[in-house]
């Protein structure tokens, strides 16, 4: 089993759409969670991290679920703006133990 | 944006040779790592750097090697290139060591033919 495991899609949405996305994780004795979007051919950049109380910034809500072990990121009235690819980032302790997820790629549509 | 640049950008390479990427960070950051990205792969993890000639092997090391003379300069070294190091090559900077957002150049898009 992958450590960090998601969903590559694509997920295709209408604007004004609700996307949610999942990722797993199968280490027990992870202790963060953040969210990165990646543009297509640029750098990832962090979109949020997760707490375990569970975080919103503006449309964007992420949750985290240690019992199942996943977090989740939900998108409310998606734009076209949004598309571009999730990628679920999970640390074990220390930058050297950060895992990265495929990503799940999201195509909003007129 | 965070102040981390790469070069080169783009790169092809014959197999066998030898190439050095580079990182250069104007954030002072201690904290530098060389990932790579390939389809159906999260970032791996090379290399990384916890301070200046301080530097340890990540998750696919083998063919590559590091080093960190200044704090802003990384340099990534594929000794003899080979066709599996065509990949999408990042460099990323971190404050600290844990728990903190990282921020990623541009990326060096490398082939070797």
């Known amino acids: 089993r992958k450590e960090v495991e998601q969903d590559p899609g694509p997920f295709n949405v209408p604007e004004g759409a609700t996307v949610a996305f999942n990722c797993t994780y199968s280490?027990?004795?992870?202790?963060?969670f953040f969210w990165y979007r990646q543009d297509c051919r640029k750098e990832p950049k962090l979109l949020m991290s997760?707490?375990?109380s569970g975080n919103e910034d503006g449309r964007f809500t992420a949750q985290l679920n240690r019992a199942s072990q996943y977090i989740s990121l939900l998108i409310r009235d998606s734009k076209l703006s949004d598309s571009a690819t999730y990628l679920c980032?999970?640390?074990?302790?220390?930058?050297?133990?950060?895992?990265f997820g495929i990503g799940t790629k999201l195509q909003v549509i007129p | 944006d965070a102040g981390i640049t790469q070069s080169p950008r783009h790169k092809v390479t014959e197999t066998g040779t030898p190439v050095t990427l580079r990182c250069h960070q104007t954030e002072n950051h201690r904290y530098m790592y060389w990932y790579r990205q390939d389809p159906g792969h999260g970032l791996r993890l090379i290399h990384y750097s916890y301070g200046v000639k301080d530097t340890d092997k990540g998750e696919v090391s083998d063919g590559y090697s590091v080093s960190r003379s200044k704090t802003e300069d990384f340099l990534l070294t594929l000794e003899s290139a080979t066709s599996s190091q065509t990949s999408v090559y990042f460099c990323a900077i971190t404050e600290t060591g844990r728990n903190t957002e990282a921020f990623f150049g541009q990326g060096t898009r490398l082939t070797v033919v």
């Open positions: 980032v999970v640390n074990s302790g220390g930058y050297q133990k950060v895992t």
């Open positions: 997760v707490y375990s």
């Open positions: 280490n027990s004795a992870s202790q963060s």
